[in-house]
C-alpha cells in the first residue's frame, strides 16, 4: 500500500513510461529496423545525458563519482516506490542487484510496448555507466523483465581503480567527503522532457518525415490514455481535476515547462509539438 | 567417471588455468595496484587476441560475424567434460547461457585465487566477446562463479543489426547479404593439448608483454617469479596426476597431460610471438625448474 505522495509519483513514473512505450513502438511500427535503430539510438543518448549529468551534479556538489554514489541517485531504473530490489553488494566498486518488481516493466507489458522496453534495457545500463565513469566502468544487465525468458531483473556493475589514472581515481574514491542523500537526483518531469527530446530527434533523424508522423502518432495514443487515466485518477483519489491535479500526477507541467524546453532546445519543433499535441489538446479534453 | 582421455583434458586443462593466478599473483605482490593494472590489461589483450583469431578464420571461411558464428563455429577453448552449461538461448544476435560448473572458477576457488579469478572474468570476456563483433557486442555477464554471492555464470551477450554501421550488417548477417551461399570451409573447434597449448602461449605472452610494457624490467622479472612459482606447481601436479592414474612420470604421459611440448622447439606457436624476449624468459625461468623437477633433464642425458 503506497501513501498519497507515492501514488503521484507513481502515477508521473507510469506516464514517463508509457511516453516511451507508445512512441518507441510507433517509431518501431513505422520504421521497422530503421526504427529500432532509432529508438535505441535515442536510449543511448538518453542514458549518456543521465550519467554525465549525474557526474557533472556530483563533481560539483565535491562528491565522489562512484557506483555507490550512483546507485544513491538512480538505483537501477528509477526511485519510485514500486521497485522490488534485492540489494546483494553495494559498495563503491562493486554494485550487484536483483529487481523483482519494475513498474517500467509492468507498464509495457499491459500496453503491449514489450518489444521496446527490451531496447530501454538493453541499451540504458550500457550508455549510463559508460558516461557516468568516462569508460571506465562495466554494466551487466544478464536478465531483464522486458525479456520473455525472465522473471527478474540481474545487474552487476563494476570500477575498478586499477583500471584508472589518477584523476579518476581521486573522482571516484578521493577523499571527497561522504556523499549526502539523493542530491542533484533526475526528476521524473526532467527525465520525461529528457527522453522525449532524444525520441523525436532520432526518430527525424532516421526516419525523416515518417518518424515525425510517427512521434506524432504516439503522441496521441498517450494523450487519449492520459485523458482516460488522469479522470480516473481524479475520481479515485476523490479530487478535483484541475490544474493543480494534473501538476500533481501528470509529468508534463500544464502550461509553461514545454515553453522553456522550446527556447533552450535545439529540437524546438519536437517541443512545439509536445505543445500542440499534446498540451493543448490535455487541456481542452479536460476542461482546464 | 571419466575416461583416460577425458581425465587428460582435464588435466591440461588446470595446468592451463593455473598459469594466469601464478603470474598476476606475482604482479601484485610486487606492484600493488600498478601490478592489477598491468594484469587487468594484458587480461584485455589476450581477449582482444583471441577474438581477432576467430573473427580472422571466420572471414576467412567465409563465416558470418554474429554470435552464434562465434559461440558454436570452430570456438577456441577446448571441450572439457566438467563444464556443465545450460544453454539457453544461442542464435546470431544472442548467446544467453548459465554456467552451472566451471573448471576454471572450481581449481583457482581450490587454490584461493578467487579475487585474481575474478579479475579474469571481468576483463576477458568483455574484451573478448566485444572486440570480435567490432566492438558493437553487448556483453553482460552479471552472475559469475568467481563471485561469492553467485551460484553460476549468467551470460547475456547480445549482437543487434540495428546497432550496427550499414558496411558491417552484410558481415555479420546473412539477412543483409542477399547473394550469401554459406561458408566455404568447417572450422574445427580447438581441441585437447594443441587448443591449450596454444591458449597458453598466448595469455603468458600478453601478460609477460604488457608487464615490460608497463612495469619495466622489474615487471619482467615478477613475470620471471610466478614463472617459477608455476613449474614448481605443475611438476608437482603432475607427479600427482600421475599417481592418481597409476601411470609412471615420464615424457609420455607429461606430453600428455601438460598443455606445453616438452621442447620449445616443437612449440610452432612461439614463433608468432618472439617480441621482446618474453619466450627465453619461459624458456629459461620455467623449463630449467619444471624439468628438472620432473627429472626430465636428467632422462634426456
Not at chain 1, 507510469?14 to 521497422?32: H, L, T, V
Not at chain 1, 543521465?50 to 556530483?58: M, Q, V
Amino acid at each position: 500500500m503506497n501513501n498519497l505522495e507515492e501514488i503521484k509519483f507513481q502515477n508521473k513514473f507510469d506516464y514517463f513510461a508509457k511516453m516511451y512505450g507508445f512512441i518507441a513502438r510507433s517509431m518501431m511500427e513505422a520504421g521497422g529496423k530503421r526504427g529500432e535503430r532509432a529508438v535505441r539510438e535515442a536510449v543511448i543518448r538518453y542514458g549518456r545525458d543521465l550519467g554525465e549529468g549525474i557526474r557533472k551534479a556530483y563533481l560539483e556538489l565535491g562528491k565522489k563519482t562512484n557506483l555507490h554514489t550512483l546507485f544513491q541517485m538512480e538505483p537501477c531504473c528509477g526511485t519510485d516506490p514500486r521497485f522490488k530490489r534485492n540489494i546483494i553488494k553495494d559498495t563503491e566498486e562493486v554494485q550487484l542487484q536483483e529487481v523483482y518488481h519494475c513498474p517500467l516493466a509492468e507498464v509495457w507489458k499491459r500496453e503491449d510496448c514489450t518489444e521496446a522496453g527490451r531496447c530501454y534495457c538493453e541499451e540504458l545500463a550500457h550508455s549510463l555507466l559508460d558516461a557516468y565513469t568516462d569508460g571506465r566502468g562495466q554494466a551487466n544487465v544478464s536478465n531483464s523483465m522486458t525479456c520473455d525468458r525472465d522473471f527478474f531483473c540481474r545487474f552487476a556493475f563494476y570500477l575498478r581503480p586499477a583500471n584508472m589514472d589518477e584523476d579518476q581515481k581521486e573522482q571516484c574514491f578521493g577523499n571527497r567527503g561522504e556523499e549526502s542523500g539523493r542530491s542533484g537526483q533526475y526528476p521524473v518531469e526532467d527525465r520525461f522532457l529528457l527522453l522525449y527530446g532524444h525520441l523525436a530527434a532520432a526518430a527525424e533523424e532516421f526516419l525523416g518525415q515518417d518518424g515525425l508522423a510517427a512521434l506524432a502518432d504516439g503522441l496521441d495514443q498517450f494523450l487519449e490514455d492520459a485523458v482516460k487515466t488522469l479522470k480516473k485518477e481524479a475520481e479515485h483519489t476523490g479530487s478535483a481535476l484541475d490544474d493543480s491535479f494534473v501538476s500533481l500526477y501528470f509529468p508534463v507541467e500544464i502550461p509553461g515547462q514545454t515553453q522553456e524546453c522550446r527556447e533552450e532546445s535545439s529540437g524546438a519543433a519536437a517541443f512545439r509539438l509536445l505543445e500542440s499535441r499534446l498540451v493543448s489538446r490535455l487541456r481542452k479534453k479536460l476542461c482546464l | 567417471m571419466y575416461s583416460k582421455e577425458e581425465i587428460q583434458i582435464m588435466n591440461l586443462d588446470d595446468n592451463y588455468t593455473l598459469l594466469y593466478p601464478f603470474l598476476v599473483k606475482s604482479l601484485i605482490e610486487h606492484f600493488g595496484e600498478q601490478g592489477e593494472k598491468t594484469a587487468r590489461e594484458g587480461t584485455r589483450r589476450f581477449g582482444r587476441d583471441r577474438a581477432e583469431t576467430l573473427r580472422n578464420k571466420h572471414l576467412n571461411a567465409g563465416v558470418k560475424i554474429n554470435m552464434h558464428s562465434l559461440f558454436a563455429v570452430g570456438p577456441d577453448l577446448p571441450p572439457d567434460p566438467r563444464f556443465k552449461r545450460e544453454l539457453q538461448e544461442l542464435n546470431p544476435e544472442e548467446r544467453v547461457s548459465h554456467t552451472l560448473y566451471c573448471p576454471m572458477a572450481e581449481i583457482w576457488k581450490k587454490y584461493g585465487f578467487m579475487e585474481i579469478g575474478r579479475m579474469y572474468c571481468e576483463e576477458f570476456h568483455n574484451a573478448c566477446y566485444s572486440s570480435y563483433a567490432y566492438g558493437y557486442t553487448k556483453v553482460n555477464l552479471a552472475k559469475t562463479l568467481t563471485q561469492k554471492e553467485d551460484e553460476y555464470c549468467a551470460f547475456n551477450v547480445v549482437l543487434r543489426p540495428e546497432n550496427l554501421p550499414e558496411e558491417l550488417k552484410p558481415v555479420c548477417f546473412e539477412q543483409y547479404d542477399p547473394g550469401y551461399a554459406g561458408p566455404s570451409a568447417d572450422i574445427p573447434q580447438a581441441y585437447g593439448k594443441s587448443g591449450f597449448s596454444t591458449l597458453f602461449i598466448k595469455l603468458y605472452y600478453h601478460l609477460a608483454s604488457t608487464a615490460e610494457e608497463m612495469l619495466g624490467d622489474a615487471g619482467k622479472a615478477a613475470i620471471g617469479e610466478g614463472l617459477k612459482a608455476l613449474a614448481h606447481d605443475a611438476a608437482r601436479r603432475i607427479q600427482e596426476q600421475a599417481k592418481e592414474q597409476n601411470e609412471p612420470v615420464n615424457r609420455e604421459f607429461v606430453d600428455l597431460n601438460y598443455p606445453l611440448a616438452l621442447d620449445p622447439e616443437q612449440e610452432p606457436l612461439w614463433s608468432f610471438y618472439t617480441n621482446e624476449g618474453i619466450r627465453e624468459l619461459f624458456v629459461n625461468t620455467f623449463y630449467p625448474v619444471f624439468h628438472g623437477e620432473l627429472g626430465i633433464l636428467k632422462e634426456n642425458a
